[in-house]
């Protein structure tokens, strides 16, 4: 059974910056992707940023240039970066982990909320 632990959120001030990190255990397959998504209330939750085992990355256009993410294949973590944040960046982020069979595995999600 594949368990992802999510580092926590917190309140972060417009413009200024987080990283969250998302650990995998407990998986014998292979992992294929890992990325984020995010649901603000009264939303579909949508995709942030996913990357691949061979390192491609892909970003939804409101991230782009300001979120980046990377991964640790060794330690099965995946990193997102997030500067330059906005209220509107305001969610609960989950980490995804989808394995080379397709099976996709979600983490509980972490509160990221950006006010002033």
């Known amino acids: 059974q594949v368990q992802l632990a999510e580092s926590r959120g917190g309140l972060v001030q417009p413009g200024g910056s987080l990283r969250l990190s998302c650990v995998a255990s407990?998986?014998?397959?292979?992992?294929?992707?890992m990325g984020w998504y995010r649901q603000a209330p009264g939303k579909q939750r949508e995709l942030v940023a996913s990357?691949?085992?061979?390192?491609?990355?892909n970003y939804a256009d409101s991230v782009k240039g300001r979120f980046t993410i990377s991964r640790d294949i060794g330690k099965n973590t995946v990193y997102l970066q997030m500067n330059s944040l906005k209220p509107d960046d305001t969610a609960v982020y989950y980490c995804?982990?989808?394995?080379?069979?397709?099976?996709?595995?979600w983490g509980q999600g972490t509160q990221v909320t950006v006010s002033s």
């Open positions: 995804k982990l989808t394995t080379d069979g397709g099976w996709p595995y």
């Open positions: 407990g998986s014998s397959s292979r992992v294929n992707v």
């Open positions: 990357i691949t085992s061979g390192g491609s990355t």
